[in-house]
């Protein structure tokens, strides 16, 4: 069972729609959840962290994490074209807890 | 702003040669920096965590005698690419962690060095 988990996609979504994605993750006592998205050819950017459960919300991002599931999920209002990148779902883990494995990333393309 | 500078953006190089990578904190001071690799299509692999100071700790799998790193200052790590061969040919990103924010705080990434070695 890999630590990370993602569906690799593609998600294909209507500018407008909601976008939801979804990770789950191995290591119970984890504690630092984090979304980064990614362009293509670039290094990716943090857009969300969460580290209790429930939504956190900013913007048109929300964040939902249940510990007891072991799932965190993103979703994305109002996408736009370009909101069309690898969204990586990272979660710090390891027995000091400083190891941020990245799940394998959802692509995500958002059409006209 | 950038937190993290990393540079060369790109880079090719013949095959047996070295490369060397820099990585800067701009913000703070790092006494922990990540060396990340992402080949085509895949997601970014931690590769070692480099310790200002002291030694690297190398992930499984990963050569410390081929990825050389330096953490000289609590500003700057190197990743120096050994002997390099076609299948080093990755993108290698740096990251750092503002660890006066807690435990629990993200990494930035620097915008990461493509190398290609022919």
């Known amino acids: 069972q890999k630590e990370v988990e993602q569906n690799s996609g593609p998600l294909s979504v209507p500018e407008g729609a909601i976008a939801s994605l979804n990770c789950t993750y191995s290591?119970?006592?984890?504690?630092?959840f984090f979304w980064y998205r990614q362009y293509s050819g670039k290094s990716p950017e943090l857009i969300m962290s969460?580290?209790?459960?429930g939504d956190k919300e900013d913007g048109r991002f929300t964040a939902q994490l249940n510990k007891a599931s072991q799932y965190v999920s993103l979703l994305i209002r109002d996408s736009q074209p370009s909101d069309s990148a690898t969204y990586l779902c990272?979660?710090?883990?390891?027995?000091?807890?400083?190891?941020?494995?990245f799940g394998g990333g959802t692509r995500v393309l958002v059409k006209p | 702003g950038a937190v993290v500078s990393q540079h060369p953006s790109r880079v090719i190089c013949k095959s047996g040669t070295s490369v060397k990578i820099e990585c800067r904190s701009l913000?703070?001071?790092?006494?922990?920096m990540f060396w990340y690799r992402q080949f085509p299509k895949q997601s970014l692999m931690l590769m070692a965590t480099?310790?200002?100071?002291?030694?690297?700790?190398?992930e499984q799998g990963v050569e410390k005698d081929k990825f050389l790193i330096n953490h000289a200052s609590l500003t700057l790590s190197t990743l120096t690419v050994t002997s390099a061969h076609p299948e080093d040919s990755s993108f290698y990103i740096c990251?750092?962690?503002?660890?006066?924010?807690?435990?629990?705080?993200?990494?930035?990434f620097g915008n990461g060095t493509r190398l290609t070695v022919t």
């Open positions: 990251s750092v962690r503002d660890m006066a924010l807690g435990n629990n705080s993200p990494l930035h």
């Open positions: 290591d119970r006592g984890s504690q630092s």
């Open positions: 969460i580290y209790s459960n």
């Open positions: 990272a979660v710090f883990s390891g027995a000091a807890g400083n190891k941020l494995t």
């Open positions: 913000d703070f001071q790092a006494t922990t």
């Open positions: 480099s310790n200002e100071g002291s030694k690297a700790t190398y």
